[in-house]
């Protein structure tokens, strides 16, 4: 299974807008609006934060929110806090994950 | 309180076995699919294997069919992940999750780690 593609890294001061892309095929991201992100903190186990492409399980900011269009899904973290510094994963229906995406807070 | 507890891992040599385990404590573990999640060290995610309610359908990434077994006790609460013939690349931290539906997973153990080298 190929893994789904992500931006190795991306970055932003605090308070800006980030947003992670996340590209798959029309198999598995594009086919079905069964797209979720997870936050990983180093050392820590993964953190649901998006689900069903853009909702937002109970207790997370809606600082984060999610889009899809075609085969590509997003990520949008705005008004960006020094804790949102984490690794993000996409996966999609059928169990394909993202390669991963470290986003630092300058 | 929600929660996933995992334990078994350990260090082993190439073509070993183990047990990993999950208990799980908070919610209905009989309703919900379960599945396990490794990461390697400094790697991605990658799905490992799956399975149903009542453990009759059980599904694999293929790099592991023939080697792991999944399986399950309800009225123990408990999730396993048995692991054979054991290989470098299957060193790994092993996750324990609740899947609610087309693999949202979202509840997460804290990690087993299994390292295999000789």
């Known amino acids: 299974q190929s893994a789904l593609t992500q931006p190795r890294s991306v970055s932003g001061s605090p308070g800006q807008s980030v947003a992670i892309s996340c590209i798959g095929t029309s198999s598995d991201v594009g086919g079905y609006d069964y797209v979720s992100w997870y936050q990983q903190h180093p050392g820590k186990a993964p953190k649901l934060i998006i689900y069903?492409?853009?909702k937002r399980p109970s207790g997370v900011p809606d600082r984060f929110s999610g889009s899809k269009s075609g085969n590509t899904a997003s990520l949008t973290i705005s008004g960006l806090r020094a804790d949102d510094e984490a690794d993000y994963y996409c996966g999609s229906y059928a169990g394909k994950f993202g390669s991963g995406t470290k986003v630092t807070v300058l | 309180e929600v929660q996933l507890v995992e334990s078994g891992g350990g260090l082993v040599q190439p073509g070993g076995s183990l047990r990993l385990s999950c208990v799980a404590s908070?919610?209905?573990?009989?309703?919900?699919?379960m599945t396990w999640v490794r990461q390697g060290p400094g790697k991605g995610l990658e799905w490992v294997a799956n399975?149903?309610?009542?453990?009759?359908?059980?599904n694999y990434v293929d790099s592991v069919k023939g080697r792991f077994t999944i399986s399950r006790d309800n009225a123990k609460n408990s999730l396993f992940l048995q692991v054979n013939s054991l290989r470098d690349e299957d060193t790994a931290i092993y996750y324990c999750?609740?899947?609610?539906?087309?693999?949202?997973?979202?509840?997460w153990g804290q990690g087993t780690m299994v390292t295999v080298s000789s």
């Open positions: 999750t609740r899947d609610v539906g087309y693999t949202t997973l979202d509840i």
């Open positions: 399975i149903n309610l009542d453990g009759s359908e059980k």
């Open positions: 908070g919610f209905t573990f009989s309703s919900y699919w």
């Open positions: 069903e492409v853009n």
